[in-house]
């Protein structure tokens, strides 16, 4: 009676095992881009305006509290010269973390123009802009997108301190 046990056991341990297999970058489906993200808050026509703020936001030394509207250009290269104008980010960062400069990121890359026109991904997550990479989650999407899933992975290109133009590359993975 134990024999048989032991065999059925056996048989069910290397069921479920092989049902749980990781899948490898090469049959994930995920699709991969790069684009640049402009964040502009200085000139005559900035791209991201803080809406609103705490009483403490500006003595903080990491803006607590502060909320910015964003409409920022996707570009195709690290300027905007450089680089082709494929969509806007649209949506809100808030500065969220009272010890660092940790912004939490709710928008939409939406695509105006190349290989993703028409569609748009939603994004969700921390990004704390000190770190070398940052990475958010594709929590969803619109048209060529839908239903999508993933993950962006941030890396600061320019912060922006003497231009008033902070540009970020965006590394995007996304699975449809």
């Known amino acids: 009676m134990a024999k048989p046990l032991l065999l059925l056991l056996f048989a069910a341990a290397a069921v ?12 994930d489906g995920l ?29 903080s030394s990491t803006f ?5 509207a964003i409409d920022d250009p996707l570009t195709t290269g690290p300027t905007r010269a450089a680089g082709t104008e494929v969509g806007r980010a649209q949506g809100t960062y808030t500065f969220a973390d009272q010890k660092t400069f940790g ?17 748009s991904l939603a994004i969700m997550g921390r990004n704390e802009v000190l770190d070398d990479v940052r990475e958010m989650a594709i929590v969803g999407g619109s048209g060529k997108f839908r239903m999508a899933k993933g993950f962006v992975q941030a ?4 912060s922006g301190a003497t231009s008033g133009e902070t540009v970020v590359q965006y590394t995007v993975s996304v699975k449809a």
């Not at 479920?16 to 049959?27: F, H, N």
């Not at 607590?64 to 910015?68: D, L």
């Open 31 to 59: 699709t991969t881009f790069k684009l640049y993200f402009h964040d502009i808050v200085g000139g005559t026509s900035p791209t991201a305006i803080r809406i609103a703020q705490a009483a403490s936001s500006n003595s």
């Open 155 to 158: 890396h600061t290109i320019d």
């Open 103 to 119: 912004l939490l990121m709710v928008m939409n890359f939406v695509f105006t123009a190349g290989d993703h026109n028409g569609s």
């Open 64 to 68: 607590f509290g502060a909320v910015v």
């Open 16 to 27: 479920a095992l092989s049902s749980t297999t990781p899948s490898t970058a090469a049959d």
